[in-house]
């Protein structure tokens, strides 16, 4: 007798009513997924309840509503992302596949990424716009672990072009934008940020797995299609109030 047992999966991800724009093209996508045990969270920060409201009557996704009387975005999204995070841990899930709703994966992304057998392992997905885009991949860091400040780090097409070669590479920072991370891992590594600097809940993800010796993988073989046709006004909307904190602090 069989008594295989797939991983119970939370694919989990905060969502804004900014990003209405291509919610249909990733709700159809995830509820086309071929995994056969997975649920899904979203935590809602628009304004108001309205979107929120749309995507409960439209979906059997679990919605909650984090983060939205926050003020900033950065306040907002990292509330979020961390929700996703404790309704993972207080749900017993065995991994949590943190996919943002503006990133569109293959069908088979969770039995690839699952394949792959690290705690921590990312698809490839493209951030920046025109001539600037490029992967969402920095190389490994070879720094002293003990140092505690974050560690900006080249991306990979500046050190190595031919890294896409299809194989599972170790990497610094692969963004949280398709990201499988295992119970043991998200269990102790929050999302988080720091009101004095302008970096964003994966930028401290990874460089708190690099702290604590956690490797994180990239599974060069995914791609992923990023339809963040409004990144750059949220980027411009997360730094503003950083910046005006910096000047009068």
Same mark, same amino acid.
């Given at each position: ?73 950065? @306040?907002? +999204?990292? %509330? ?8 993972? &841990?207080?749900? *017993?899930? $065995? ?69 896409? @070669?299809? +194989?599972? %590479? ?8 398709? &990201?499988?991370? *295992?119970? $043991? ?65």
């Amino acid at each position: 007798m069989n008594d295989f047992k797939f991983p119970k999966i939370l694919i989990a991800a905060p969502q804004h009513e900014s990003k209405k724009y291509c919610w249909e093209a990733w709700k159809d996508r995830v509820n086309s997924l071929t995994y056969p045990n997975f649920d899904v969270y979203i935590a809602e920060n628009s304004e108001d309840d309205g979107f929120a409201n749309e995507i409960k009557e439209t979906t059997d996704f679990k919605v909650e509503r984090v983060g939205h009387n926050l003020e900033s975005v950065l @306040d907002r +999204t990292t %509330k979020a992302h961390e929700a996703c995070r404790l309704y993972a &841990i207080n749900n *017993k899930y $065995d991994y949590m596949l943190h996919l943002e709703t503006d990133v569109i994966p293959p069908y088979d992304v969770i039995e690839r990424l699952l394949c792959g057998n690290k705690k921590v392992i990312s698809a490839v997905y493209d951030i920046f716009h025109g001539k600037s885009r490029k992967a969402m991949i920095q190389v490994s860091e070879k720094l002293d672990r003990s140092v505690g400040a974050y560690r900006v780090v080249p991306f990979i097409e500046h050190e190595e072009p031919l890294f896409f @070669d299809g +194989t599972i %590479k170790q990497v610094y920072h692969a963004g949280i934008g398709c &990201i499988l991370i *295992k119970k $043991d891992i998200f269990d102790k590594i929050p999302f988080r940020y720091d009101r004095n600097n302008i970096f964003h809940a994966d930028t401290w993800f990874a460089n708190d797995c690099f702290q604590k010796d956690i490797p994180i993988f990239a599974d060069t073989s995914i791609t992923c299609k990023h339809l963040n046709q409004t990144w750059l006004d949220a980027a411009d909307e997360i730094l503003k109030p950083i910046l005006e904190n910096k000047k009068h602090g």
